[in-house]
C-alpha cells in the first residue's frame, strides 16, 4: 500500500466517536446560547426603547342600526370594513372638514376605526408622537365620523360615549423573554451545526485505531500506555528504533523523553521531517540502520503526516509502526468502553 494514496475523504463517519467530540463540546454549546440570548435581547431592546415614542387617544360612537327587513338581525357594519372605511376618503374628507388646519397624510396615517367588541360600538384611534395632534385629530375624528355614519342608510343614529380621551403614553412592545428564547435558539442552533461541521472536517488522528485504517500502518498504541515499550518491541523488535515525525522540535523532544522514560529502545538520533527540502535528510533516512516509529500526534492536523509518510515511501523507508501522542485519554477510553478489541484493553493501562 503506497501511504500517500491514503485520503481523509474517503473514511466513513465513526458515530460513536462523532458523539462524545459533540457531547464534550455542549458546555460551548451553552454557552453559546447564552450569548445568543444576551445579543438578541441587547439588540432588540435596543431597537424598541430607541423607537419614537407614541401617544394614543380614543373615543366611542354607539351606532343605531336599522333591523333587517322580517327579522330581528341587524345590517351591521363589521370590524374589517370599518378599518377599510378608516382610510377612505369619504371619512377622511368629514375629518378634515371638522377641522381644515389638519393635514390630510398626517390624519391618514394616524387615524383608524375599529370595533373592540360589541358591534353598536366603533372605537375611533388616533396615533401620534405629538400629544397635542393626537387630540386636534380624534375631536375632528369624532365629528366627522359622527356625520359619515348619519349618512349611512343602514344606521338610524350616532351618539357619541364619553368623549374623546387623553392622549396616553403607549409603551414600547418590548417582548425581552421572546427575545431570548429567539436569541437562545439561535446561538444554540449555529453553534450545534458549527461543531458538527467541524468535527466531520477534522482529520486529526484521535485514535490509535484511525493509523491503521487510514495509513495501513501497525498501530503500536498512544504514548501514555504503560506498556507502550512491550508493544514496540514486538512491533520493531529489541534492537532499538529511530522516531520520525513532524512535530516541532522542542515537542518532538519531549515524546523521545516520554518513550525513554517507558524504557523503549528508541535512539538519541531522531529524523524530524517537518522540512523535508532540508539538505542531507534524504541520506539521514536511507543510512538509518534500525526500523522507524513514526510519532502522530492528535493537535496536529494530517497534512504535514501524510506528506512525511509519503517522502519516506518514496525512500522504500516506510515506518514500521505508528505511535499517537497529545492524546484525550479520557475521550478514549469512554468510546472504547464495552468495546473488545486490542486498543480496548490497551486503554484500560493510560497513565
Not at 396615517?109 to 358591534?119: E, G, H, Q, R
Request: negative net charge; aromatic residues 8%; glycine residues 6%.
Amino acid at each position: 500500500m503506497k501511504l500517500w494514496e491514503m485520503r481523509y475523504g474517503d473514511e466513513p463517519v465513526n458515530g460513536r466517536l462523532f458523539l462524545l467530540r459533540f457531547i464534550k463540546k455542549i458546555p460551548l454549546i451553552i454557552g453559546c446560547g447564552v450569548i445568543g440570548a444576551a445579543l438578541v435581547c441587547a439588540c432588540h431592546l435596543t431597537y424598541r426603547l430607541s423607537s419614537e415614542y407614541k401617544f394614543q387617544a380614543e373615543a366611542d360612537l354607539y351606532l343605531e342600526y336599522i333591523p333587517e327587513a322580517g327579522s330581528n338581525a341587524l345590517l351591521y357594519i363589521n370590524e374589517y370594513t370599518w378599518k377599510q372605511l378608516s382610510g377612505d376618503s369619504a371619512i377622511i374628507d368629514e375629518i378634515l372638514k371638522a377641522d381644515p388646519s389638519l393635514d390630510e397624510t398626517t390624519v391618514r396615517d394616524s387615524f383608524i376605526a375599529t370595533l373592540k367588541s360589541d358591534v353598536k360600538v366603533v372605537t375611533l384611534q388616533v396615533t401620534n408622537p405629538d400629544p397635542d395632534m393626537c387630540t386636534k385629530i380624534i375631536n375632528a375624528a369624532v365629528i366627522g365620523v359622527t356625520e359619515f355614519a348619519e349618512s349611512l342608510p343602514e344606521i338610524i343614529s350616532v351618539r357619541d360615549l364619553g368623549g374623546a380621551s387623553e392622549p396616553a403614553l403607549i409603551p414600547p412592545d418590548v417582548r425581552a423573554v421572546r427575545s431570548i428564547i429567539l436569541g437562545a435558539i439561535i446561538g444554540v442552533f449555529v453553534s450545534s451545526l458549527s461543531v458538527m461541521v467541524w468535527i466531520i472536517s477534522d482529520d486529526r488522528i484521535i485514535l490509535p485505531e484511525t493509523i491503521e485504517k487510514r495509513y495501513h500502518l501497525p498501530s503500536a498504541g498512544c504514548i501514555e500506555a504503560k506498556n507502550i515499550n512491550e508493544t514496540l518491541e514486538d512491533l520493531a523488535g529489541e534492537d532499538g528504533l529511530i522516531a520520525a515525525s513532524t512535530l516541532p522540535v522542542d515537542r518532538f523532544n519531549t515524546v523521545i523523553d516520554k518513550l525513554l522514560a517507558a524504557g523503549t529502545m528508541v535512539e538519541g538520533k531522531t529524523i524530524s521531517l517537518s522540512d523535508t527540502e532540508r539538505p542531507g535528510l534524504i541520506d539521514e533516512i536511507k543510512n538509518a540502520e534500525h526500523p522507524i516509529v513514526y510519532i502522530f500526534s492528535s493537535k496536529e492536523h494530517v497534512g504535514g503526516d501524510e506528506r512525511a509518510l509519503s517522502f519516506l515511501s518514496k525512500l522504500d523507508k516506510e515506518p514500521i509502526c505508528g505511535v499517537l501522542t497529545d492524546t484525550d485519554n479520557t475521550l478514549i477510553k469512554t468510546y472504547y468502553l464495552g468495546k473488545k478489541s486490542r486498543f480496548a484493553e490497551e486503554s484500560k493501562n493510560y497513565k
